[in-house]
């Protein structure tokens, strides 16, 4: 029995890959063929399905289908072409896979039977789940198949319900690349027929356990949970579209302790949040207890802050000095929480019973909100009674007792002294004192001893009768009860508070070291900055040796960053390394078991995926991190892996940004090239042609003026061609001008001829000052300047208009306009008319030009030291380009010969 569930209502999104409209290229669609146990019929419906495709022209091929032969599979597989084949590995026989083949055959669906199981890849077994994303990235649709109990929350849920845990499992984070899920099912009579005749095959694991895991009960279980996965999936696909209704703005807390039930707390959080679409925050109530904690605690609590995070959830520490449910509902009323999720302790049956538990009170005092405990299993119920606090270890028992017996001798010492001046019940006083010094300097229990030890030589030296621990006055009992009470009480606050100082001070440390990191990685700019500030850090911090792996050339880690230098790994560390790298996790001298190696490699994470190592090795191969550092170190590596892709992310941005805007420049150019040399070579090509196919029969005049245009025509292009030249030696700044001393006179007289042709339908006027000096400049390139200049205003000054060109002195610098009658340019546009390839936007019938020659105009000035500028004509109309060039002291025999001429 097969049910389909796709989201039926989903309509094609332009915005997603392969959608309507999209440019980008098509992402595969994944579909799973999900049963609800071992032989329901699943890859025999997945092979259906296929040759159904087949029949309707799609190219199928078999990646990995798994016939356990029964003929009529076997038959069904041989109609498609496999892409991989059997490899041993062990006592078993896996697939192997070669990607690349399968990506060139670009097959439209490729078969994968049961993602939980593994196969051979590059020569390493790796999970089949982990090729389904490298097909789907590369447009392929894929048909897989997949027992819902191999899903790890699944899997967890069934190893409470029958006892059986699979050791073959898909992360749950499959599930949400899925487009479409076929549940395939069968009555649990049908199975249990089914198992007992043979005809289900089944692993290691369920063959030892069939009769407990095919029973009714746990196949109705099964059914449910495989519909209930494939229906939450569709409707958060159907939530994700844009038309669909905004997620809630419910809010889900999630509190966790040192219990090793946190781990079953996550999941169950996760599974909440994404079900319901919530908003959901993981928390923590450090209590003064957390410095009797033993570091398998600290290290348990971590890593459930690493994973929340890495979940996505919000992470928050409280600091509860009065009761922690108070403390928690306190925080969820002020963040609007309409549910709360705590994992129930069974570790103390007499505080469960009179209702002193954390999840009790949170029970009994919760108003208007949901609170859901969530039991632990056996083997995540911890020690029953912890009579002792983590820092008694045995090494430093004896050290903690003899501090407070000294300290009490010596008390006892300074009583006898001062006894003989002071009344005895002020004498207590000095055992007190001594009692809270134990208290700050030791801790708890050695206080509470010296509080008993102070109270018995109380009563033996200063209570009738003494040297004796009897007591015959009643004022004494009193006295001595009441002292024991106020040492005890005294020493209790005095070591809370000695425990809150520490913590305090080993936070304010750790605060200070991440911070200095942070600041330190803010201040790089480049990717060998931000290289350098983690291995230094960590060096410095751990006071070890640090590098950092990152992926090169052929995906082959390299050393790109050491402190000190380091360039060189040995085999077995470099095969450690690899092992991190493709495993994900640490891996080195802190693996459990692991003596060999001098380096322990922490993968760098990011949202995007692994990006690097970071490694650190000690002198003393006997010296590890304490959890502690460990836990320091974990925080560091998280801030560096988002500095190294941040720093990545902005090199990448800047790539993009040059590439984007070479692109822009290269697109201009084009047209301005097309354009600029097509309309000069059209009038030569014509004139040409006309003079080669007529010849005499042209009038004399007409020859004449189709020579003249081939002329103008040909020296436009070689302007064109010359601004090109000049701009690429601007760009390059390889152009040096030519100084010599002129008259700008002369030059502009020069330039306006030049022009001519293109000014003949414009009334021009020159405007000189009287008192214009000789100027030492390049008159070629002034000349190209003006000549720019004129060439802009013919192109968008009305026929018949004036044109007007200037020079005066202002100063010391000579001033150079032309001015137009031209529509003007916007204020706006003033300034970046002299960009390369800028031009201000006109309308169909006005003239275009390449956007390179008042570029050119700029360079040219600025080689001469002067500047130029864009305003508006006289009176606010047309437009107004004026240069302006610096003047130098013209030498005497120049300045007679100007005078004379």
């Given amino acids: 029995m097969t049910d389909s569930i796709r989201p039926a209502d989903r309509a094609p999104n332009p915005a997603e890959p392969g959608g309507a409209g999209s440019t980008s290229p098509r992402r595969g669609r994944l579909r799973i063929f999900l049963g609800s146990a071992p032989g ?66 670009r097959s439209r669906l490729v078969l994968v039977d049961d993602l939980a199981k593994r196969a051979i890849f590059e020569g390493k077994t790796i999970r089949r789940h982990a090729l389904v994303a490298s097909l789907l990235d590369a447009g392929i649709d894929v048909d897989a198949t997949l027992d819902v109990q191999n899903l790890e929350s699944v899997n967890e849920s069934m190893a409470r319900l029958s006892g059986v845990r699979l050791r073959d499992t898909v992360p749950d984070d499959v599930v949400t690349l899925v487009d479409e899920f076929e549940v395939v099912d069968q009555p649990p009579e049908v199975l249990i027929r089914r198992l007992r005749d043979g005809l289900i095959h089944v692993d290691d694991v369920l063959s030892r356990s069939m009769r407990r895991f095919f029973s009714r009960r746990n196949l109705s279980a099964l059914s449910d949970m495989a519909r209930r996965v494939a229906a939450d999936r569709m409707d958060a696909l159907v939530l994700g579209e844009d038309d669909a209704p905004a997620a809630t703005h419910d809010h889900l807390l999630v509190c966790i302790n040192d219990s090793p039930v946190w781990r079953r707390v996550l999941r169950t959080a996760r599974r909440l949040a994404e079900t319901q679409h919530v908003r959901w925050t993981v928390i923590y109530a450090q209590t003064p207890r957390y410095e009797q904690l033993d570091e398998a605690a600290r290290d348990r609590l971590a890593q459930a802050m690493r994973l929340g995070e890495r979940w996505g959830a919000e992470i928050v520490t409280l600091t509860a000095q009065g009761d922690v449910a108070d403390e928690i509902l306190d925080y969820a009323e002020r963040r609007e929480t309409t549910r709360i999720l705590v994992g129930r302790s069974r570790s103390r049956r007499l505080s469960r019973f009179l209702g002193h538990t954390v999840d009790a009170q949170l029970l009994r005092k919760a108003k208007n909100i949901e609170v859901t405990v969530v039991i632990p299993e056996e083997d995540e119920d911890g020690p029953r009674w912890r009579l002792l606090p983590a820092w008694e270890r045995p090494q430093g028992v004896f050290w903690a007792w003899l501090a407070a017996t000294v300290a ?46 102070s109270f018995m030589v109380y009563n033996f030296f200063f209570t009738e009768p003494k040297y004796s621990l009897f007591v015959t006055h009643q004022d004494d009992i009193i006295t001595i009860f009441f002292f024991l009470v106020m040492a005890t009480l005294t020493g209790n606050l005095a070591a809370r508070v000695r425990r809150q100082v520490e913590e305090i001070r080993r936070s304010a440390k750790r605060i200070e070291n991440l911070y200095d990191f942070s600041r330190r990685v803010a201040a790089s700019v480049s990717l060998d900055d931000t290289l350098w500030a983690v291995v230094t850090h960590v060096a410095g911090a751990l006071r070890c040796r640090a590098m950092v792996l990152m992926p090169g050339v052929d995906d082959r880690l390299d050393i790109v960053s050491g402190f000190p230098p380091e360039d060189h790994l040995d085999p077995e560390d470099r095969a450690t390394a690899e092992r991190a790298w493709t495993q994900g996790r640490a891996a080195g001298w802190a693996e459990p078991g692991s003596e060999s190696g001098a380096w322990l490699f922490i993968p760098m994470r990011t949202a995007s995926g692994l990006i690097g190592l970071l490694g650190v090795s000690f002198e003393d191969q006997r010296t590890h991190l304490s959890p502690e550092h460990r836990r320091l170190f974990d925080a560091v590596v998280d801030q560096a892996a988002v500095a190294i892709e941040r720093t990545k992310l902005t090199a990448d941005i800047e790539e993009a940004r040059i590439l984007s805007e070479t692109e822009q420049l290269r697109s201009a150019l084009l047209s301005s090239v097309s354009h600029d040399l097509r309309t000069p070579l059209v009038s030569i090509l014509g004139s040409a042609t006309t003079l080669a196919n007529l010849g005499d029969a042209i009038p004399p005049e007409d020859r004449t003026e189709l020579a003249e245009t081939i002329l103008e025509e040909s020296d436009r292009l070689n302007r064109f061609v010359q601004n090109l030249l000049d701009m690429t030696r601007l760009g390059y700044g390889a152009l040096e001008p030519k100084r010599d001393w002129i008259d700008l006179r002369d030059v502009i007289g020069g330039a306006v001829r030049a022009m001519r042709r293109s000014l003949e339908d414009l009334k021009v006027e020159l405007r000189f000052a009287a008192d214009l000096p000789l100027m030492y400049v390049d008159p070629v390139l002034i000349g190209q300047v003006v000549m720019n200049l004129l060439d802009n205003a013919a192109k968008h000054a009305p026929l018949g208009s004036l044109v007007t060109v200037s020079a005066v002195r202002l100063g010391e610098d000579i001033a150079v306009s032309v001015i137009d009658s031209g529509p003007g340019i916007p204020p706006d546009d003033r300034r970046a008319v002299f960009d390369m390839f800028y031009r201000v936007a006109v309308r169909d019938s006005d003239a275009r030009g390449t956007g390179l020659g008042l570029a050119i105009c700029k360079g040219l000035v600025e080689a001469h030291g002067g500047q130029i500028a864009a305003g508006a004509g006289p009176d606010g109309r047309g437009t107004e380009m004026t240069f302006t060039l610096p003047l130098r002291e013209v030498p005497p025999i120049l300045e007679s010969l100007d005078a004379e001429a």
């Fill in 408 to 453: 009490v001798a010596g008390a006892l010492g300074v009583a006898l002294v001062l006894s003989a001046f002071m009344p005895l019940h002020n004498v207590s006083l000095i055992f007190l004192v001594g009692v809270v010094l134990v208290a700050i300097r030791v801790g708890l229990w050695p206080s509470i001893y010296a509080s008993l030890l």
């Fill in 40 to 105: 329901v019929g699943k890859t025999h419906a997945m092979l259906q399905s296929a040759i159904r495709k087949r029949r309707e022209g799609v190219d199928v091929a078999i990646l990995i289908v798994e016939t356990h032969g029964r003929p009529e599979t076997e038959r069904m597989v041989a109609q498609f072409e496999t892409l991989s084949h059997d490899q041993g590995e062990g006592e078993q026989t896996l697939p192997r896979v070669d990607l690349a083949t399968v990506l060139a055959k």
